[in-house]
T-cell receptor, first 114, second 111 residues
Framework: NAGVTQTPKFQVLKTGQSMTLQCAQDMNHEYMSWYRQDPGMGLRLIHYSVGAGITDQGEVPNGYNVSRSTTEDFPLRLLSAAPSQTSVYFC?????????????FGPGTRLTVL | QQQVKQSPQSLIVQKGGISIINCAYENTAFDYFPWYQQFPGKGPALLIAIRPDVSEKKEGRFTISFNKSAKQFSLHIMDSQPGDSATYFCAASESGNQFYFGTGTSLTVIP
């Protein structure tokens, strides 16, 4: 059981470039989410999904797109990167999204936008 | 606007001492309050959680105290150990679909 995996671990982009952060889980979890972590800000929810084909916006969705075509994968797309998107990005999953389900976090992707 | 306010930002405790981290919230619809522990270079991991129908929950050396009327909750780490040195985040959720995190507390336990 690999749990929640994220690739890449590190990425440097130039302003205006696009990229996709990959997230996969092998626990057959229905709920998956993306957070960004910034110093002094804690973790903030970007987008989440309660199952394949269903996504919704979190607290800070602007500049990010998501889709969920399979239960296992939940990629996060930056269409035109901006320096304000420099952050550490975490993907998380839980069994069904009810509050008492444990959320499992991936190891993170550190993104720098120049 | 920060939905969950956390303090202190950093904390230094002697080995064997008690570490206390506080959080406060305004949204009375929040119904689940987890605490996460994060080591450098790792993702957060669930430590302990509480629902507002109980005032205290204890798991080993970790205790959550919950004050519903004051809209505050806190994490107590008894007999703190150097291995507890990490960043701790409180969080709150209304439906389980969205979690709001505090800004984090960096705990250092001095041997």
């Amino acid at each position: 059981n690999a749990g929640v995996t994220q690739t890449p671990k590190f990425q440097v982009l130039k302003t205006g470039q696009s990229m996709t952060l990959q997230c996969a889980q092998d626990m057959n979890h229905e709920y998956m989410s993306w957070y960004r972590q910034d110093p002094g800000m804690g973790l903030r929810l970007i987008h989440y999904s309660v199952g394949a084909g269903i996504t919704d916006q979190g607290e800070v969705p602007n500049g990010y797109n998501v889709s969920r075509s399979t239960t296992e994968d939940f990629p996060l797309r930056l269409l035109s990167a901006a320096p304000s998107q420099t952050s550490v990005y975490f993907c998380a999953s839980s069994a069904s999204g009810i509050p008492t389900d444990t959320q499992y976090f991936g190891p993170g992707t550190r993104l720098t936008v120049l | 606007q920060q939905q969950v306010k956390q303090s202190p930002q950093s904390l230094i405790v002697q080995k064997g001492g008690i570490s206390i981290i506080n959080c406060a919230y305004e949204n009375t619809a929040f119904d689940y309050f987890p605490w996460y522990q994060q080591f450098p270079g790792k993702g957060p991991a669930l430590l302990i959680a509480i629902r507002p129908d109980v005032s205290e929950k204890k798991e080993g050396r970790f205790t959550i105290s919950f004050n519903k009327s004051a809209k505050q909750f806190s994490l107590h780490i008894m007999d703190s150990q150097p291995g507890d040195s990490a960043t701790y985040f409180c969080a709150a959720s209304e439906s389980g679909n969205q979690f709001y995190f505090g800004t984090g507390t960096s705990l250092t336990v001095i041997p």
